[in-house]
Nanobody, 132 residues
Framework: QVQLVESGGGSVQAGGSLRLSCKAS???????????MGWFRQPPGKEREGVAA????????YYANSMKGQFSVSRDNAKKTVYLQMNSLKPEDTAMYFC??????????????????????WGQGTQVTVSS
């Protein structure tokens, strides 16, 4: 059974940075490295939204338009861990952040979706709170 565990959340003042981690277990290296890993967030009282995704095999990345330049996704395959570097944080970035895994969509130009639909394994989330 695939398990994803997020960490690195916390409270930070506006303008600060955080790096979230998502460690995968219960999955072979070949399965892990052939998938997409996505980051999503759910602000209080709002729907879950896609933040960024990475195709683990070759590291190509995808970002929500509003988060380009502010967030950066990367991976360490030896550790089966994906990271989300968040800079210049704003109070509106306050949310529960989740990672999830999905099969890549090779038939499309963007291998990895920023919609939650294709993602079938999810972590429990890590809370990020940004104060003004």
């Amino acid at each position: 059974q695939v398990q994803l565990v997020e960490s690195g959340g916390g409270s930070v003042q506006a303008g600060g940075s955080l790096r979230l981690s998502c460690k995968a277990s219960g999955v072979s290296y070949s399965s892990y490295s052939s998938n997409c890993m996505g980051w999503f967030r759910q602000p209080p009282g709002k729907e879950r939204e896609g933040v960024a995704a990475i195709y683990v095999a070759d590291g190509r990345t995808y970002y929500a338009n509003s988060m380009k330049g502010q967030f950066s996704v990367s991976r360490d395959n030896a550790k089966k861990t994906v990271y989300l570097q968040m800079n210049s944080l704003k109070p509106e970035d306050t949310a529960m952040y989740f990672c999830a895994t999905a099969k890549p969509r090779f038939w499309l130009g963007d291998y990895c979706s920023l919609s939650h639909n294709p993602y079938n394994y999810w972590g429990q989330g890590t809370q990020v709170t940004v104060s003004s």
